[in-house]
């Protein structure tokens, strides 16, 4: 912990809240661990929140917003805030990534990575605060009708531990652009940079209760704040069990949700495909962030004509994958987040119902106690296995054969989850058909863009969720509409 807090001009974050523009412990005292992934070894603490804690944010939200000094800011006024948060993040770039892969364990040139994209969300929802206008409806003689686009008022945000920092920007960003007040409760697993994030946000001026973060468990803290009847919106990302429980309370509470849940997004290689740029591509699916990436592409669906061609390449790419010790600038691959999800995978990857075809390893000299996974590449999948079906999140890649455009469409389309796709192909005719043909919310032809894409509106169907965050498309989801009918004879 000692080296750690040496090698940044960030202070750890203590173990305390953020409701109402103070930090605050727990109301009840308690605190948790906060283990790394790299070692295994506690870092730093959090406050153990419960229910007291999320009923102080959610009061002290709904004061910022009614009323407070943060309902009195302009649109102009609240985007310069958070461009001058985004100018910050980029100030400490450096200790934030440092932060974040402590936390969380992902590569560190990764986290560099993040925390542009982090950035970005500031700045461009800072941009976008008071570009968002209503409209003039033509209507009856007599009558002025206008669409005004409001905030919600006080929005919850449950965030995942993958993309601490991104998720933070992704979720909050938007909200704050719109005018709501947010309570963000972040994952016990990584919450670090949120915190430091928001520590950042408080040093610069955003008026109290614009902000509030209650750290603390999922079932404990997460459930007060979904159940919560003082929020009027909720948007949550994680899995899909998860998502489900915060459907039934946003229901119970007669209010909107956003879900981003998980995915098995298919990558299709058709025979024609540049496989020079397709390559590196499919391997990073399982590289970025150790798989635990909600739109990874983990099902590659391979033409038979090109088959064994293709897997002999990933082979001979992946063979030389190996997880290791992240907070250095060569590493790519590093450890899983927790003990429970590293043999969450080692279980998926021992009872897999196809063909090993490839594995990495493990590197010498990994710390022994962090959550290392030698990565793995399955194959040729039946498309209805286990291993081609289920979300593993993790560095394991299941590879499908397939025989033409229809086939492809319906392999890629035969799961429970809707979120990316990528096609691999030069023809322009298929491109355009099997985009059109995808049931997710995201399409990529000659590329793949998990993570970042901030302009870009991305959200799944199905078991993948609902709704949209990034782009307009989320100032959208954090607002709702007034009509104002205006007789005036
Ligand atoms: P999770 O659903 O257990 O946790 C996500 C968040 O929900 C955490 O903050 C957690 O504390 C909270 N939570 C847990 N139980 C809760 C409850 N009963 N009420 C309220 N909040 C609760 O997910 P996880 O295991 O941490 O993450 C892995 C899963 O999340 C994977 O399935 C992955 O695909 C998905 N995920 C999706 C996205 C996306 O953008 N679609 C991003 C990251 C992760």
């Not at 800072?126 to 033509?138: R, S």
Request: with cysteine.
């Amino acid at each position: 912990m000692k080296d750690f807090v040496k090698m940044s001009n960030l202070s750890l974050p203590e173990p305390l809240n953020l409701i109402g523009g103070e930090w605050k412990p727990a109301a009840s005292g308690a605190e948790m661990d906060v283990i790394s992934p790299i070692d295994g070894e506690v870092f730093a603490r959090i406050a153990d929140s419960d229910k007291a804690d999320i009923d102080a944010a959610v009061a002290a939200a709904r004061d910022a917003f009614e009323g407070g000094a943060w309902s009195e800011l302009t649109a102009a006024e609240r985007g310069r805030l958070m461009i001058r948060l985004s100018e910050r993040i980029l100030e400490n770039a450096e200790d934030l990534a440092q932060l974040e892969t402590r936390d969380n364990g992902k590569p560190i040139t990764q986290a560099r990575a993040d925390m542009k994209v982090t950035a970005r969300y500031f700045e461009y929802y800072g941009g976008a605060a008071d570009k968002v206008h209503g409209e003039v409806i033509p209507f009856q003689r007599g009558y002025n009708v206008e669409m005004h686009r409001e905030p919600h008022g006080v929005t919850g945000h449950i965030i995942p531990w993958n993309y601490p920092a991104q998720m933070f920007g992704r979720s909050v960003a938007p909200a704050l652009a719109m005018g709501n007040a947010t309570v963000l409760k972040p994952a016990e697993d990584a919450c670090m940079t949120a915190l430091a994030i928001a520590r950042m946000a408080c040093d610069l001026g955003f008026p109290p209760g614009a902000i509030n973060i209650v750290t603390g468990r999922g079932e404990v803290a997460g459930q007060a704040l979904a159940d919560h009847p003082g929020i009027d919106f909720i948007s949550f990302t994680g899995s899909p069990e998860v998502g489900q429980i915060i459907q039934q309370s946003a229901a119970r509470n007669f209010i909107g949700c956003t879900l981003e849940l998980g995915g098995k997004s298919p990558q299709i290689v058709f025979d024609d495909a540049d496989l020079g740029a397709a390559l590196p591509v499919l391997v990073n699916a399982v590289i970025q962030n150790g798989g635990q990436t909600c739109s990874a592409g983990t099902r590659v669906l391979i033409q038979r004509g090109i088959f064994d061609e293709v897997c002999g390449l990933l082979k001979a790419q992946f063979e030389g994958v190996s997880a290791e010790a992240s907070d250095h600038d060569d590493a790519k691959l590093g450890p899983l987040i927790s003990a429970k999800q590293k043999s969450r995978v080692e279980t998926y990857i021992d009872e897999a119902d196809a063909p090993l075809m490839a594995r990495g390893r493990i590197k010498d000299g990994a710390p022994e106690n962090g959550f290392y996974v030698a990565p793995a590449i399955f194959g040729p999948c039946d498309p209805k296995s286990k291993i081609a079906q289920e979300e593993v999140f993790g560095p394991v890649l299941s590879i499908i054969p397939f025989d033409d455009e229809k086939d492809a469409i319906s392999i890629a389309n035969g799961t429970e989850y809707g979120l990316v796709a990528a096609i691999w192909t030069r023809d322009g005719g298929r491109q355009q058909r099997v985009a059109k043909a995808m049931r997710c919310g995201q399409v990529f032809i000659n590329g793949y863009g998990a993570g970042g894409g901030v302009e870009l509106p991305f959200g799944g169907v199905r078991k993948s969720g609902h709704g949209r965050e990034k782009g307009f498309a989320a100032l959208h989801e954090f607002s709702t509409i007034k009509t104002i009918v205006n007789n005036h004879g």
